[in-house]
């Protein structure tokens, strides 16, 4: 299972604020998609974890730095991008993010 947890720290509004990062593994096909920028989002079922719980502290409002970590099933390589905007249909989560948000390679 992979954990969120805390990245880099991050000015909002003159004061610090630490942004969460939640990991998240894709097969080949998508990774490549979603790195690119052709697909700039992932749909994950709910879960009984922490990433969900962070997840909905975005959606809910009280956390608004998230990067979302997106690791290649076969390769590991990663890449890592801001969460811009979180849609939920019934159990399903749509974790989308900023394609010029390339800086977090």
Known sequence: ???GNFGKIR???GRLKMAKRIKFRSNPENW???YLG???NTVRSFDEDIRFEILNSFIDGTWNLIDIEIENTKT???FIR???DITVI???YIIS???NDKFRL
């Open 38 to 40: 052709l697909k700039p």
């Open 82 to 84: 801001r969460i811009t």
């Open 1 to 3: 299972m992979m954990l």
């Open 76 to 78: 590991t390589e990663t």
């Open 97 to 99: 993010w900023d394609i």
């Open 11 to 13: 000015m909002k509004n």
């Open 32 to 34: 490549r998609k979603e």
């Open 90 to 92: 019934d159990t399903y």
